[in-house]
Nanobody, 118 residues
Framework: QVQLVESGGGLVQPGGSLRLSCAAS????????MSWYRQAPGKERELVAV????????KYQDSVKGRFTISRGNAENTVYLQMNSLKPEDTAVYYC???????????WGQGTQVTVSS
């Protein structure tokens, strides 16, 4: 059974930091590109960051460059999103995504709420 379980969300003040984790199971983690998406109320889901299966290359949405860092621990089957200098506009539900580079399977987690507010 495929599972992506996000954790680490919560309420933080502007300028603060959070670290999101996504624990994966039920598929071959090393064969999947891993991404974080977010969806704010009334808005479409958008890609925040991706880390590739091969080479571990990363890409970021322009609005989070220099503030967010995506990483993966293949031994732990976990992907992380370190978020620093958080802004109110970062408030959203954050979703973990796995995309198989060979299988082309696409999996989603249930999401974790991040709220940036004073």
């Amino acid at each position: 059974q495929v599972q992506l379980v996000e954790s680490g969300g919560g309420l933080v003040q502007p300028g603060g930091s959070l670290r999101l984790s996504c624990a994966a199971s039920g598929f071959t983690f090393v064969g999947y590109d891993m991404s974080w998406y977010r969806q704010a109320p009334g808005k479409e889901r958008e890609l925040v960051a991706v880390i590739t299966a091969i080479g571990g290359g990363t890409k970021y949405q322009d609005s989070v460059k220099g503030r967010f860092t995506i990483s993966r621990g293949n031994a732990e089957n976990t992907v992380y999103l370190q978020m620093n200098s958080l802004k109110p506009e970062d408030t959203a539900v954050y979703y973990c995504n796995a995309y198989g580079v060979v299988t082309l399977q696409n999996y989603w987690g249930q999401g974790t709420q991040v709220t940036v507010s004073s």
